[in-house]
């Protein structure tokens, strides 16, 4: 039965079971299908609700969460807000640690849910809306020390392996069977890589010969073995620049697609005005990404993309200013 014929006991039945979109507004011209998976339908807005729930659940399993155990994790906001969410109803205090160079849209998001945020000053020199690793290591810092001083759970995004089982166990069966197993690619653009590494090794268990391909922004491609010319870009979410990222394995990866800050902000203004989908930064990468896996490696073939996150969390910044319309 669907979900929305029955009753749900709380919003936390609301998380997943997102729709699979066909762009074919936007591939018009380009041999192939782009399939869009609308994260940004969770309930938080992004598809960190799943994984927000999926690591406090399994740590209530194992015992290493308490009942009213304070919970603490560091976040670019959506992370944050997942989790948020699921302490809201499940009952724990939680701490969201997050730089000030993240948009304030999710500050704000996360106190409504009743979080305590603390922002984080960025390094001198960084700009706001663009988040280094450099300024992520300060928020790292920060995030340990409260996990300290208040006795919380730290519910490590970097580091659970929550993370990519949420996408793993839920996410990627739900995108095998609303394609009917079929389609030859994926492509995402990686922050702590969990939706990478979750879909990865749920579609080639499906079929060896689905390709991953991982996104990165063109000027902070250090997984594909290229320097950081520019850690500071604005494709927020990811792209940190990050020398070990723990959930990340080289071998899921059949290739490295690199996207310009101006080809995802295109992509995210063409998604709006010719798709109806109003999407944020990193999933127009994502879809920058699969085109060019259309006009490559896949002509042809069927790519699919997740939309992370909504474009309604970044009205502060200026991927809408002067849209055309
Ligand atoms: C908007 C957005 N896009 C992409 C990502 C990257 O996803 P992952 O951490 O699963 O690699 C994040 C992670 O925070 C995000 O918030």
């Not at 309930?43 to 609700?49: A, C, E, F, Q, V």
């Not at 160079?101 to 999710?106: A, D, T």
């Not at 394609?179 to 890589?193: E, L, R, Y």
């Amino acid at each position: 039965m669907s979900r929305s014929a029955k009753t749900l006991p709380s919003i936390l039945d609301a998380v997943g079971d997102t729709p699979l979109v066909e762009l074919s507004r936007f591939t018009a011209g380009t041999q192939g299908r782009l399939l869009a998976k609308l994260e940004y339908l969770n309930p938080g807005l992004s598809k960190k609700d799943r994984i927000g729930l999926q690591m406090i659940e399994e740590a209530e399993a194992s015992g290493q969460l308490k009942p009213g155990q304070p919970v603490v994790e560091l976040t670019s906001g959506n992370t944050g807000t997942g989790l948020a969410i699921v302490c809201a109803i499940k009952g724990y205090p939680f701490v969201a640690v997050m730089s000030r160079g993240n948009s304030m849209e999710r500050a704000r998001m996360m106190s409504a849910f009743g979080a305590e945020v603390v922002l984080v000053d960025q390094l001198p020199g960084s700009k706001p809306g663009q988040v280094s690793g450099g300024d992520l290591d300060l928020v790292e810092r920060a995030a340990q020390r409260i996990t300290r001083e208040r006795g919380a759970f730290r519910a490590d995004q970097f580091r659970l392996p929550g993370n990519s089982r949420a996408h793993y166990l839920h996410t990627a069966p739900e995108i095998i069977r609303q394609t009917g197993g079929k389609f030859d690619a994926f492509c995402d653009f990686i922050g702590s890589a969990g939706s990478f590494a979750g879909c990865a090794r749920a579609f080639k268990e499906h079929d060896p010969g689905i390709k991953c391909f991982v996104v990165e922004p063109s000027t902070a491609a250090v997984l594909a073995g290229r320097p950081a010319t520019d850690p500071n870009h604005r494709i927020q979410g990811g792209g940190y620049s990050m020398a070990s990222l723990p959930l990340f394995s080289p071998l899921d990866a059949d290739g490295y697609i690199q996207v310009s800050e101006d080809q995802a902000i295109r992509a995210c203004r063409r998604l709006a005005r010719e798709e109806g989908i109003f999407a944020g930064f990193s999933s127009g990468a994502n879809v920058a990404a699969g085109i060019s896996l259309l006009r490559g490696p896949i002509s042809g073939g069927t790519v699919v993309v997740l939309l992370s996150d909504s474009g309604l969390k970044y009205l502060s910044t200026d991927l809408w200013e002067n849209a055309p319309h």
